[in-house]
């Protein structure tokens, strides 16, 4: 049988990292030691690994997606170690692991222990390492910026509506388009019902108009003022729940 060995590289994002060795069984070829993730350090995993192996043992690397650390070592080991396959744990297997090791012990990382071992146990919880052309590298990062910035965006939105709909109820439901520029003007000088209301209807027309609203103002002001007398009945008085200021 072809001699095989295992490494888990436990990435450390600000730290040493921790590289674990076994072999095809299981057992330990020796013990666990640090490194730093740079060309010497990988280089040295490599040499440690490769220590009193034959010239063609297969090899492997595992690692957890910890944020991009795990992307050099990867670009690095694959070029100048092609023979290694590099295995990273499939993100939502490694969701459960950590659940699994916050339960039973003191932390929730997958050490370099487990990493090197889950090719002989668990092979199905993990995906081979591609290495994307650079390309399409750039437009998968920028996708997932892109994303990321809407999902915040939308929680941020979400949060102002939340917080206007607290002190004036229904205010955001008069509007088809928010975060419009005049939305946002109204937003920083009329969420408190009981200014609208000393407005008076006609004279919310005008701040309208003024505000930049153009489409259907008259209908905008009805509906807003009938929200303005809602908000009013329900809060009483001015001062007695919300801070308005």
């Known amino acids: ?40 350090g990988l280089d ?45 744990v499939k993100s939502e297997k490694a969701q459960d692991l950590r659940k699994f090791y916050r339960k039973h012990t003191k932390t ?39 994303a990321r910035l809407v999902k915040e965006a939308t929680s941020k939105r979400n949060s102002i509506c939340d917080q206007i709909e607290l002190g004036f109820p229904h205010l955001v439901d008069c509007f088809s388009s ?18 609208v209301k000393r407005l008076g209807k006609e004279k919310l027309s005008k701040v309208l108009i003024k505000l930049g609203f153009r489409k259907d103002v008259s209908s905008l002001a009805e509906n807003i003022y009938q929200r303005t007398e809602e908000a009013c009945i329900l809060f009483t008085d001015e001062d007695n729940v919300i801070d308005y200021d």
Not at 6 to 33: C, M, N, T, W
């Open 108 to 146: 929730d990382s997958l050490d370099a222990k487990t990493l090197a071992k889950m090719p002989i146990v668990d092979s199905n919880s993990l995906q081979e390492v591609y290495i994307r052309p650079k390309n399409m590298l750039a437009l998968n990062t920028r996708c997932k910026q892109r």
């Open 1 to 40: 049988m072809q001699e095989k060995r295992h490494i888990g590289l436990d990435l450390g994002v600000k730290s040493k990292s921790k590289v674990y060795i076994v072999d095809q069984a299981g057992e330990k070829v020796r013990p666990e030691f640090s490194i730093w993730t740079n060309p010497q």
């Open 44 to 88: 040295y995993m490599m040499e440690q690994a490769l220590k009193g192996a034959f010239k063609d043992i297969l090899l492997d690397l595992t690692m957890e997606p910890t944020n991009v650390a795990w992307f050099g070592a990867a670009v690095y080991v694959r070029r100048k170690y092609p023979q290694v396959s590099i295995y990273r």
């Open 178 to 195: 928010k975060f419009t520029t005049p939305f946002v003007r109204l937003s920083e000088r009329y969420v408190n019902p009981f200014k």
